[in-house]
């Protein structure tokens, strides 16, 4: 079947310090890969995508390579903020045509000044 | 981007009772929405696409007959937890996909739901 695996959490790191979230997927298929934050109280909101092998999502310091031979869409930042303070979700969509979005289970990401 | 609105933001009723839980897009047309559920600590798991217009088509193991979807405009998209048990308590999520900018799944701010 088609899932996703992430991180396990709570994370917590100092500001300034380097991020990295794990996520591998299992998917039949070439699938679409994605990274939603969720912050406190809000709905997710997609901060990346990326949707073919080798491809880089960014977006506000974030980045994801698309590995396919290591079916792995890790999320890495540079320099942390306490902002960024949220919940990170992974997931996966199959087919640019499908709708449907399987995620994983959630990372919540605490950054102390 | 696009914004999507959920209604109510927390709810608390009686066993046995039945909840409505609304989800609006406000700045654009959405023939399809999702539903998603949360547990604590858990993932979002996709409980049935709303299509405008049509019968929503549920995923496996949800209860069509207990969770009653209704999109019967392009905005607007409703949740109905008929006869709601204390195991019915958690997080819905719904989502609108914009078509025509973004292509892509925008998510409402979730609504609890607390059974008693």
């Known amino acids: 079947g088609n899932s996703v695996t992430q991180m396990e959490g709570p994370v917590t790191l100092s500001e300034e310090a380097f991020l990295t979230i794990n996520c591998t997927y299992t998917?039949?298929?070439?699938?679409?890969l994605f990274w939603y934050v969720q912050y406190p109280g809000e709905g997710l909101q997609l901060l990346l995508k990326?949707?073919?092998?080798?491809d880089k999502g960014s977006n506000k310091g974030f980045e994801a390579t698309y590995r396919k031979e290591t079916t792995s869409f890790h999320l890495e930042k540079g320099s942390v903020q306490v902002s960024d303070s949220a919940v990170y979700f992974c997931?996966?969509?199959?087919?640019?045509?499908?709708?449907?979005?399987?995620f994983g289970q959630g990372t919540r990401l605490t950054i102390n000044p | 981007g696009a914004v999507v609105s959920q209604h109510p933001s927390r709810v608390i009723c009686k066993s046995g009772t039945s909840v409505k839980i609304e989800c609006r897009s406000l700045?654009?047309?959405?023939?399809?929405m999702f539903w998603y559920r949360q547990f604590p600590k858990q993932s979002l798991m996709l409980m049935a696409t709303s299509n405008e217009g049509s019968k929503a088509t549920y995923e496996q193991g949800v209860e069509k007959d207990k969770f009653l979807i209704n999109h019967a405009s392009l905005t607007l998209s409703t949740l109905t937890v008929t006869s709601a048990h204390p195991e019915d308590s958690s997080f819905y999520i719904c989502?609108?996909?914009?078509?025509?900018?973004?292509?892509?799944?925008?998510f409402g701010p979730g609504t609890r739901l607390t059974v008693l």
């Open positions: 998917a039949t298929g070439y699938p679409s």
């Open positions: 989502s609108a996909r914009e078509v025509t900018v973004y292509n892509e799944q925008f």
């Open positions: 700045d654009f047309q959405a023939t399809t």
């Open positions: 997931a996966l969509r199959l087919g640019q045509g499908a709708q449907k979005l399987v």
């Open positions: 990326a949707t073919k092998a080798d």
